[in-house]
């Protein structure tokens, strides 16, 4: 009995240092103003172990280990300052105080941390556990029952009136378990009837979470034996919506057992929600930092040079340089979740070689944080079905491009897309959302829902432009530097920001090179097969390129001035051409300087990293809409071969002749673009 007082006495010392007092004055006020009268009243409180363990060791290890009788001790503790206050007029009994306490965190040990990869599960301790994984499924917020009010039916019994039979709902409860007929008085045996005018609803919704390694086997990796299971979590009151499809979480809750006859199924019923991201070494291999050093002479040399040694183990230097640069720019700019400053940058490549291009980006998806490969005929976006955990609401299972989110998906070749697939791949695109219709008949509701989920990654994907068109028409109808882009639908192609043709010269050019790295590489596995490249490997690509991603940059003037002129120039030029640019076009440009800036380990925006965003930019609006004033070639940001210093200083020379090409282009169709920017 001391040792219940003792433990009283610490929550009442720490609910007043904490400001759970003044929580619970300020819950018991709101309630008096409530008209309604309940039966059961509730009090959420966030609990610190590391503060209690602090004040009392005891008291710490019974919330960590106990926490039935903590909440026991705590609704004790709420029920007798209610009372001694007289705060409530509306609470006769202990049992109408419902306490939850919300563990905000454990402490760091093994023992407190549930691997979502272990089995078996429900063989473990009842009590508080953090865990970490990704969302794959959730419901819609439904209903559940907080607490019931029963009286006897006996009407000369003493419960057949008052607050004696309290029922609450408890972790791992099912409705039934709170809610039913068949419970007798505890006085006299008879039927209890509920009092269905004092019942206390509540918010609840089921998100399934996995261990995020399981994207493994939806991205590059080989496959192999290992199965992943998700578990089942119980979001109630104000954790609903606090999870979003696509992200990861790390959460504190208790395991239970969900009894639902004739099987048993372990959930958690989840405390505290905190977004989670795991650690990427940022830093950088010495044979990057001294390549970095011996580039520091031009603004442009290090980023060409990295974009050539890229992805030497699929194919060898000089071919699909571009659109080496462009995946490297997607995979720099993507692994940011923020929606307010998350700007995407999807990569469509047209090529008539589909296998190398297609090694090529799959290559290079295992280097995002997260890469999803989706395959045609696979859910792109959503799925339903029923729930089942006994609510018989919709589940709604996310598809690639949604457990993508931060990172990128591959989608292939557009060409194997059915018509329904690609117009859905075009609405998301143009909206960067995705709609979910919920048929209220089918899902037990009275009406039809319709919820919207945001489109966070890069898409990538590729057009075999030798598949023949289905368009009609005359070859004179095509815009000069426009071109035939298959039987993909102009409309698909024009809502990918970077549209890069893969130039495949044919004959010896390609074919030959392609040949020998692939003799060679069964020849000799595993050796380097060229010497400039030999000092880069995977894994240093995967560190620099999370260094190059964790950097925070900021645009100079120059870079602004040259964004927003070409900008402004090319919407007029375009214009009178009986073509358009889009104003997501400025976006566009934004973030591919901004990722080559990263690309070069900047932390400034220069005007030579707007200069490669225009170039980038002018290709793929003349690929989509033809040539303009701006005459530029197909293979301007690799206008020739990178062999040793002396191609990289042609490049140089190249590059400034188009600067001072694109400056002209400005002051000729823009001019009154400076004094616009400095006004904006």
């Not at 009590?127 to 039916?153: D, H, N, W």
């Not at 290992?226 to 992200?247: A, H, K, P």
């Not at 030497?312 to 995946?327: A, F, R, S």
């Amino acid at each position: 009995m001391e040792d219940f007082l003792s433990l009283k006495e610490a929550i009442v010392s720490y609910l007043d240092r904490t400001g759970g007092l003044q929580q619970l004055i300020a819950d018991c006020k709101s309630f008096n103003e409530s008209s309604q009268g309940d039966a059961v009243y509730r009090f959420s409180f966030h609990v610190s172990p590391t503060d209690l363990t602090e004040l009392d060791a005891r008291l710490g290890d019974v919330v960590l280990h106990e926490p039935l009788k903590a909440k026991a001790l705590f609704r004790s503790v709420c029920f007798l300052a209610i009372k001694t206050l007289s705060l409530m007029d509306q609470i006769h009994t202990e049992s109408q105080v419902n306490v939850v306490l919300k563990v905000t965190h454990l402490p760091p040990f093994p023992s407190y941390q549930l691997n979502l990869c272990e089995f078996p599960r429900g063989y473990g301790p009842m009590r508080p556990m953090a865990m970490e994984g990704l969302v794959i499924a959730m419901t819609r917020v439904t209903k559940y029952t907080q607490g019931a009010r029963f009286l006897c039916s006996n009407e000369t019994c003493p419960c057949a009136e008052g607050f004696h039979h309290i029922r609450v709902h408890a972790p791992g409860a099912t409705e039934t378990a709170t809610v039913r007929s068949g419970f007798t008085c505890l006085l006299c045996s008879a039927s209890l009837k509920e009092d269905v005018k004092s019942r206390v609803l509540g918010d609840k919704q089921l998100v399934e979470l996995i261990h995020v390694d399981a994207l493994d086997v939806l991205g590059v990796h080989p496959p192999s034996s290992l199965r992943y299971q998700s578990v089942t979590l119980f979001l109630r009151d104000e954790l609903c919506n606090s999870m979003r499809i696509g992200w990861l979480y790390r959460v504190v809750g208790i395991p239970a057992h969900v009894h639902q006859w004739p099987t048993v199924t372990w959930s958690v019923e989840a405390s505290s929600v905190q977004p989670w991201t795991p650690e990427d070494p940022c830093q950088i291999s010495k044979n990057f930092q001294a390549l970095f050093v011996s580039m520091a002479g031009s603004p442009w040399r290090f980023s060409a040079v990295v974009a050539n040694s890229f992805a030497t183990q699929v194919v060898p230097p000089g071919l699909y340089t571009t659109l080496k640069l462009g995946l490297l720019l997607s995979l720099v700019q993507s692994g940011d979740t923020d929606p307010d400053s998350h700007t995407c940058l999807d990569v469509l490549a047209l090529t008539s070689d589909t296998l190398i291009v297609d090694r090529l980006m799959t290559f290079s998806l295992a280097l995002a944080t997260r890469g999803i490969h989706h395959h045609a005929t696979g859910e792109l976006f959503w799925s339903l079905s029923k729930d089942e955990h006994g609510v018989g609401t919709a589940n709604i299972h996310a598809g690639s491009a949604l457990l993508a989110t931060g990172g990128v998906c591959l989608l292939g070749d557009l060409t194997l897309y059915r018509k329904d697939k690609m117009d859905a791949l075009q609405s998301g695109l143009e909206s960067r959302a995705v709609s979910v219709f919920i048929p209220g008949k089918k899902y037990g509701e009275e009406a039809d829902q319709q919820l919207s989920f945001p489109l966070q990654c890069n898409f990538w994907a590729l057009a075999d432009t030798a598949t023949p068109s289905k368009k009609s028409g005359k070859n004179d109808t095509v815009p000069l530097g426009s071109v035939d882009i298959g039987s993909i639908p102009s409309q698909v192609a024009e809502t990918f920001g970077l549209m890069i043709q893969c130039r495949d010269l044919g004959g010896d050019q390609v074919s030959l090179p392609i040949t020998v790295h692939t003799l060679r590489q069964a020849i000799q596995p595993g050796e380097p097969l060229y010497p400039a490249c030999m000092q880069f490997t995977t894994q240093d690509f995967k560190e620099f390129l999370a260094f190059a991603r964790s950097l925070q940059v900021e645009m100079s003037p120059g870079a602004e001035k040259m964004i927003h002129g070409y900008f402004m120039a090319s919407r007029r030029i375009r214009s009178t051409q009986g073509s358009s640019v889009s104003v997501a076009s400025i976006k566009l440009l934004i973030a591919l300087a901004e990722a080559h800036s990263k690309l070069s380990l900047r932390n400034r925006v220069l005007e030579e990293d707007a200069l490669i965003a225009v170039l980038l930019c002018e290709n793929s609006i003349t690929l989509k809409h033809g040539a303009s004033a701006l005459v530029i070639p197909p293979d301007a940001v690799f206008p020739c071969d990178l062999h040793d210093l002396e191609s990289l200083h042609r490049r140089d020379v190249a590059l400034e002749e188009f600067h001072q090409q694109t400056l002209q282009f400005v002051y000729s169709y823009a001019p009154g673009a400076a004094s616009y920017i400095t006004e904006e």
